[in-house]
């Protein structure tokens, strides 16, 4: 059976790009091949080993100036003291949650969560690993957004990360895993199916027999899906603007937002890490949560009134 290339794989390549156990690396410079099948292949085969490089080097001269030029005015319009804050906060975060896991995990909170103790245990070293290495990149330093060098990136933080995000779950279904949608690319068979000029149908078959034909356009010397080519100006654009944003005179009282919810933050962090009893973190979620209620409450009450 034959589908159209729809929203999984794009969505897998889109979120890589924006984030974000290397297997290879910084010296390894494998190119993609110049065919509409080989790029499909060697995308496939790239996410499938936690090589997201790979879809960045499949990626149009262009495109990859478009993500560079993000960057830069990230960099440019994002105030450093509150980026340097939300870092610092995060890193302690990890910190008391790596040295808090079973007092966690000993919650009532948790244990009516209805999740068992083996996935929550799971979905914890994933997440803390995942933020660790994060924290510990380039990403977590402003000043080398400008000349951050994408590639390398990829092939050293960026495959870690994606590693230890492999089994967190990527919709409502606790199985549809990062994990379980490489493995289904895996074994995936590619095949040609027609090309004409500047335009390609490539036809990929998964090991359960189910196949989908991915459209692709030739640009700029490289071979893109449809909907990547087709949506990709549109996002860098209100990517751009949501960037513009956060430098503008209109998010001054955003910051000043920012910055209390940052140390609202560091206060719960601080204390749970003073916390030794189940109880007392129970105690400190019921009144957080009961805060969000009453605010919630007071929000509609006001717009009722207004």
């Given at each position: 059976m034959r589908t159209r290339f729809s929203a999984p794989l794009c969505s897998v390549i889109l979120v890589i790009l924006a984030l974000s156990g290397c297997q290879g690396g910084p010296e390894d410079a494998a190119a993609v091949p110049d065919t509409p099948d080989g790029t499909v292949q060697a995308v496939l085969d790239?996410?499938?080993q936690h090589r997201p490089e790979f879809v960045w080097r499949a990626l149009p001269p262009s495109y990859q100036e478009d993500v560079h030029g993000l960057l830069a005015s990230f960099a440019e319009n994002m105030d450093p003291a509150l980026f340097e804050r939300a870092v610092a906060v995060s890193r302690k975060g990890v910190m008391v949650l790596q040295s808090k896991k079973e007092l966690v995990l000993a919650t009532e909170t948790v244990a009516s969560s209805g999740i068992d103790r083996e996935s929550v245990d799971g979905l914890w070293e994933s997440s803390i690993h995942f933020a660790d290495t994060f924290l510990a990149s380039d990403l977590a330093?402003?000043?080398?957004?400008?000349?951050l060098d994408i590639d390398r990136f990829l092939q050293t933080s960026g495959?870690?990360?994606m590693e230890h995000a492999a089994g967190i779950s990527i919709s409502d279904d606790d199985a549809d895993t990062l994990a379980a949608r490489l493995t289904a690319l895996e074994n995936a068979s590619v095949e040609l199916v027609s090309?004409?000029?500047?335009r390609a149908v490539v036809l990929v078959t998964t090991p359960d027999?189910?196949?989908t034909e991915v459209p692709m356009t030739r640009v700029e010397e490289r071979w893109l899906p449809d909907d990547v080519v087709a949506q990709w100006p549109e996002m860098i654009e209100r990517t751009r603007e949501r960037i513009e944003f956060i430098g503008?005179?209109?998010a001054a009282e955003m910051k000043v937002q920012t910055l209390f919810a940052i140390g609202l933050t560091e206060g719960f962090i601080d204390q749970i890490g003073e916390m030794d009893v189940p109880e007392d973190l129970d105690n400190l979620i019921g009144g957080i949560l009961g805060?969000?209620?009453?605010?919630?409450?007071?929000?509609?009450d006001a717009a009722f009134q207004g």
């Open positions: 790239g996410l499938a330093r402003l000043d080398a957004y400008p000349t495959a870690s990360m090309r004409d000029g500047d027999g189910k196949g503008s005179e209109d805060n969000l209620v009453r605010q919630q409450s007071q929000t509609r």
